[in-house]
């Protein structure tokens, strides 16, 4: 039987999936600007689980969505499993480092950020001479504002948690 941690995990991972099919239908006015929706549960995991728990939630989700969608043996399958590493090491290592000093949002914008400039390199490889380096700073600008509305998306999620958890205890 699992544990709690691994049913609250699998339960992310569910969601994330969910969170990524819907994020991928909607439609984006240019390549890699996407909300990041999925995201949410990335930004949960990191705080709640760390940093493994969080790379395996990200690369699992990438791969289901992947499959789903039927983009598993392209570039932007590839695209998406390098913005997905990129963000759970940078978010991570963040938590890691600067402990509680840094909110969901901040977390959040930076792993945003770094995906985004993940797979942009990745991009370079794949697409050269393509001028990708002129749709960094849009990107970056990008990453900030969807990232900082992941973060108090999954902040206020947290939030909601908690509190179901406490009446649980209440009841219990």
């Known amino acids: 039987m699992l544990d709690k941690r691994n049913r609250e995990l699998t339960v992310l991972i569910l969601f994330a999936t969910a969170l990524g099919v819907v994020d991928s239908l909607i439609p984006r006015p240019v390549p890699f600007m996407k909300l990041g929706l999925a995201n949410v549960t990335a930004v949960i995991a990191v705080v709640r689980f760390g940093f493994v728990k969080t790379l395996e939630l990200n690369l699992l989700r990438a791969l289901a969505v992947a499959l789903i969608t039927g983009l598993l043996a392209t570039p932007a399958f590839l695209l998406s499993v390098s913005g997905a590493f990129a963000s759970a090491v940078t978010m991570g290592l963040l938590r890691r480092l600067l402990q509680d000093k840094l909110s969901?949002?901040?977390?959040?914008?930076?792993?945003?950020?770094?995906?985004?400039?993940?797979?942009?390199?990745?991009?370079?490889?794949?697409?050269?001479?393509?001028?990708?380096?002129?749709?960094?700073?849009?990107?970056?600008?990008?990453?900030?504002?969807?990232?900082?509305?992941?973060?108090?998306?999954?902040?206020?999620?947290?939030?909601t948690l908690g509190k179901t958890e406490a009446l649980r205890k209440l009841e219990g």
């Open 104 to 159: 969901m949002a901040g977390l959040s914008m930076a792993g945003a950020v770094v995906s985004l400039w993940g797979q942009l390199f990745v991009a370079s490889l794949i697409l050269t001479g393509l001028p990708l380096q002129n749709i960094v700073l849009l990107l970056t600008a990008w990453g900030i504002v969807s990232g900082g509305v992941i973060g108090l998306l999954a902040q206020k999620a947290m939030s």
